[in-house]
């Protein structure tokens, strides 16, 4: 009996204990990310508010600085809006001054949305206060560990485009 009671104070697992790395995956799919996306969705309303624009309206500027110029039929399907919706988006992304419509170089007949220099400072200035805390909360991780983030935070968009998918597919949503 003595032999089994250090094993445990060594530590030996008991057969009924959740290895720590299943701790962690449970913290992070439980509350951990899912409290950090709430938290970036009122973040992004804030900056919504301040811009006097709307919460959907700042995921275009999003869109748009990342990808660059789209059309509104694509702006509609990569911010989740109906194309009646979406034209009525850009018509206040434009009354913001944060977009323009421009003619498409290779089809004089469609039109662009890009964002304009005005737009792309306003959205950058409301979102330096995160960039530098995140800058200092990534200070104290090393290369490989940055690397893993980065995986990570690719994977997860990548699962989660996916499952936005799935689940248009299966209610019938365009």
């Known amino acids: 009996m003595g032999s089994l009671h250090n094993t445990a104070k060594i ?3 008991s057969p009924m204990a959740k290895p720590k790395r299943d701790t962690l995956v449970d913290e992070l799919t439980g509350s951990a990310i899912a409290g950090w ?4 969705v009122q973040l992004n309303s804030v900056v919504a508010a301040r811009l006097g624009v709307t919460d959907t309206d700042v995921q275009c500027l999003h869109v748009l600085g990342n990808h660059g110029p789209a059309t509104p039929g694509a702006l509609a399907g990569r911010v989740n809006l109906t194309t009646g919706s979406a034209s ?3 018509d206040r992304l434009v009354a913001a001054d944060c977009v323009r419509r421009v003619p498409d170089p290779d089809d004089r007949r469609r039109v662009l949305i890009e964002p304009t220099q005005e737009g792309l400072r306003r959205v950058s200035e409301a979102y330096a206060g995160l960039v530098a805390d995140t800058r200092a909360d990534l200070a104290g991780f090393d290369e490989a560990e940055l690397d893993a983030v980065l995986r990570f935070v690719r994977a997860a968009e990548h699962s989660t485009a996916d499952q936005v998918e799935r ?4 209610g019938g949503e365009d």
Not at 167 to 170: E, G, I, M, P, Q
């Open 11 to 13: 530590g030996v697992a």
């Open 37 to 40: 996306a709430i938290t970036v």
């Open 88 to 90: 009525r988006m850009i």
């Open 167 to 170: 689940l248009r597919a299966a």
